[in-house]
């Protein structure tokens, strides 16, 4: 008998179906390589919005009432700097500001879980962490300002510059982890990325990295729905941004970022994980940002009242004071009493930005390298030839 063409390709092993062979007692006992690597199929949630604690979690413990106290007060403190801020810019003394309200849990959590000497490498958004980590709230915001690229010291204070182009601070973070482990420190380099910056390249490469190297890095993804207008579901298609680190082998975990015990608890577990060698940690906190993206953005384009309005109900504030009043740890008279350190840092932060600083145009050129390139060197003799022929017509 003839075989046609047909008749081969209906019996070719591409589609011929094949019997399944049986599971042997081997197969069925084999381990998912992955089970080690996947976050809870739900949020990490420790007090519910009401702030009521929920029972006890198999994996991760309240953190002790002082820590928590403490987390309230620079919360606290930092939202009425955010408040600020945002004012400011409508002062004229910023040129811009991305508001991080109603991400308090998710700034001053972070923050608390690592070391001074810890790094950390923060966003355009980080300015509520990086004044909870201590720095001096005008040199937070001189990059705001527009004076320079950054206020503070990098190195003195282990913090990177805020960094505005999406992800680039996560190969950074890999790099400066790796190095420090390498030289036989146990430094931790904690990333704060937007759920927007995970869509970039250099988010990838970094966590790729972080793991073939066992970089202890923690990346942190602040989720609060939106990359500027974009919302998250034109961003992704998997189950959460945590699943993201499965496919580079990082453990990842997920944690309701408005909770800010479960996010200190996931936070400082993940840290430890990655000071103990065991490499990198991926941990998304599922937020919303109250304001616009800055104060330039108009959010009543791409997201309506309702939805924002949906979000106060878990302010993450009001649900730790709840808790700890319950817990006997904060009573009428605490909480005045940080609601009035709150307002003399505004206030200080007012009188201090309302003094003109007095910036030397060259100044532009310092620390772009380490030679100036001849390019940098006309461009700067460029300037210093404006200024001075605006000093000869002045008669200075």
């Keep these: 008998m003839t075989t046609t063409p047909q008749a081969v390709r209906r019996a070719s092993p591409r589609t011929r179906p094949t019997a399944k ?19 809870q199929a739900e ?16 994996d991760y413990a309240v953190p002790p009432v002082e820590a928590l106290r403490e987390l309230h007060r620079r919360m606290v403190i930092g939202r009425r700097f955010d408040a600020q801020a945002t004012a400011l810019t409508k002062q004229g003394r910023l040129a811009v500001y991305p508001s991080s309200r109603g991400q308090e849990a998710c700034q001053v959590g972070a923050v608390l879980a690592v070391r001074d000497t810890d790094w950390v490498f923060p966003t355009y958004r980080e300015s509520m962490a990086l004044v909870s980590r201590g720095i001096d709230a005008i040199e937070v915001l001189t990059l705001l300002r527009g004076n320079q690229h950054c206020g503070y010291d990098p190195v003195a204070r282990h913090t990177a510059p805020q960094c505005t182009p999406l992800a680039t601070q996560c190969v950074h973070a890999a ?23 995970t869509s970039e390249g250099d988010f990838h490469e970094g966590v790729n990295f972080a793991a073939v190297f066992k970089a202890p890095v923690v990346f942190f993804v602040q989720n609060n729905k939106y990359a500027i207008s974009v919302p998250l579901s034109r961003q992704t298609a998997a189950p959460s941004l945590a699943y993201k680190g499965i496919g580079y082998g990082v453990p990842s975990e997920q944690v309701d970022g408005n909770d800010p015990v479960a996010v200190l608890a996931v936070l400082t577990r993940a840290v430890a994980h990655a000071r103990a060698g065991h490499g990198p940690f991926l941990v998304e906190a599922h937020t919303y940002r109250m304001e616009a993206h800055t104060n330039a953005d108009d959010a009543t384009r791409y997201r309506d ?19 700890l009043r319950a817990q006997g740890a904060l009573d009428d008279a605490a909480v ?26 060259l100044g532009l050129f310092d620390h772009v390298y380490a030679e100036p ?18 000093d000869e017509e002045d008669g200075r």
Excluded at 43 to 58: F, N, Q, S
Excluded at 337 to 344: H, T
Excluded at 373 to 390: C, F, G, I, K, S
């Design 43 to 58: 949020p990490v949630r420790l007090l519910d919005p009401d702030g009521t604690l929920r029972p006890a979690h198999p």
């Design 21 to 39: 062979k049986p599971a042997t007692a081997r197969d069925q006992a084999a381990p998912d390589p992955s089970a080690a690597l996947l976050p």
């Design 373 to 390: 390139t001849p390019q940098l060197v006309e461009q700067r003799d460029m300037v210093r030839a404006e200024l001075a022929a605006a």
């Design 305 to 323: 009242g309702a939805e924002v309005d949906s979000w106060r109900d878990r302010d993450p504030i009001a649900r730790l004071e709840t808790y």
């Design 175 to 197: 790099g400066l982890a790796y190095g420090e482990a390498h030289q036989g420190r146990d430094t931790v380099a904690l990333a704060f990325i937007g759920d927007g910056a």
């Design 336 to 361: 005045a009493a940080v609601a009035e350190q709150a307002e003399a840092y505004a206030a200080d932060l007012r009188g201090r930005m309302n003094v003109d600083p007095a910036l030397d145009p």
